[in-house]
């Protein structure tokens, strides 16, 4: 992604470990299987072998690419339904054009994040705008589903457009590692989403050779996925590379630590670290919905094939293709 236009020396730093604090051993690293999503693009399932218990109250990740498409290739969704959760898009490179049925839209690009509570329910859609579908070019994101409790679950919809120069920035002691907090709380330091469940979501960049041992909200679960680069995670430093996701156990503080050799078009270790306040309610899912019950899975089909989520907007965006 785009360099960070700050100088890592002048940021805060987190505090180094003191003699209580407790790491987090790991205990499980999965890699997920490569798949298609919407109109064909390219993803890397995240969750997939993993307990949804362990992920509570996260439901699904995809990271979107790394991919460098040719002129025509890129491609996203059409218009489509969600119910009873949060979609979280974070483009780390290239862009996205989003819109909804309930006013929400804009362009999602290099390093800005689209947090969106679908709520009672919504209609929208995601796809690559026509300039880049025309030119081709560079794309890697993330989309991250959080679930809602049962007594949010049919909340208004709502959008947040977070730009990437809104997150918080800190860095480690010796100032080898950069995090922006995208939601949540690090150490007092917030990111800029609004989130219904308690989360903490930041993307971590560690130097070849560093390491960095992040505070952790012990309440919180702790997931880190790796976007690009090789390093090692937890207290057992167990090793991970693109396309890892680790879960770890009980504890204050996150380590993860950068192989000192990476790949000349990788040059950093970048990782996604995800912790949340688990839920602990029955998940019934079913496609784009999120709910408690069977039963109201088929009420939300029900709501949406008649209507009652939302109507594609008479100024639709739609996906761009190359005659």
Do not use: C
Not at 139 to 147: E, K, T
């Amino acid at each position: 992604m785009p360099a960070v236009s700050a100088d890592t020396l002048s940021l805060t730093r987190l505090s180094s470990p003191g003699f209580d604090a407790i790491e987090r051993p790991v205990r499980s690293v999965t890699r997920g299987p490569r798949g298609y999503e919407g109109e064909g693009f390219p993803v890397v399932r995240a969750f997939a072998g993993v307990s949804p218990a362990e992920l509570d109250p996260f439901i699904h990740m995809d990271q979107m690419g790394e991919v460098d498409y040719e002129p025509g290739e890129p491609r996203g969704t059409s218009w489509h339904p969600h119910r009873g959760f949060e979609t979280v898009t974070y483009i780390i490179d290239g862009r996205f054009a989003h819109q909804d049925s309930a006013g929400g839209g804009g362009l999602i690009e290099d390093g800005a994040t689209q947090w969106m509570t679908a709520g009672s329910g919504i209609l929208h859609i995601e796809t690559p705008p026509a300039e880049l579908v025309e030119s081709g070019g560079l794309f890697h994101g993330i989309q991250l589903w959080v679930n809602l409790p049962a007594e949010n679950k049919f909340l208004p919809p709502n959008y947040q457009n977070l730009e990437g120069g809104q997150v918080g920035l800190v860095t480690s002691p010796d100032a080898g590692s950069l995090i922006r907090i995208i939601a949540g709380d690090i150490e007092g330091h917030r990111g800029p989403g609004s989130t219904h469940t308690p989360i903490t979501m930041a993307h971590a960049t560690v130097q070849p050779g560093a390491a960095v041992s992040i505070p952790w909200n012990p309440e919180f679960n702790a997931l880190v996925y790796v976007l690009s680069g090789r390093g090692r995670v937890g207290a057992e430093g167990r090793p991970i590379e693109q396309g890892s996701l680790a879960v770890l156990g009980k504890g204050d503080r996150i380590t993860v630590a950068a192989d000192g050799a990476q790949d000349s078009n990788r040059p950093a270790l970048e990782v996604l670290l995800l912790g949340g306040r688990p839920i602990r309610e029955p998940v019934a899912q079913y496609g784009p919905f999120v709910m408690n019950t069977r039963q109201q899975l088929i009420e939300a089909m029900e709501d949406y094939q008649a209507g009652r989520l939302g109507v594609v907007p008479p100024d639709a965006l739609m996906p761009h293709t190359v005659r």
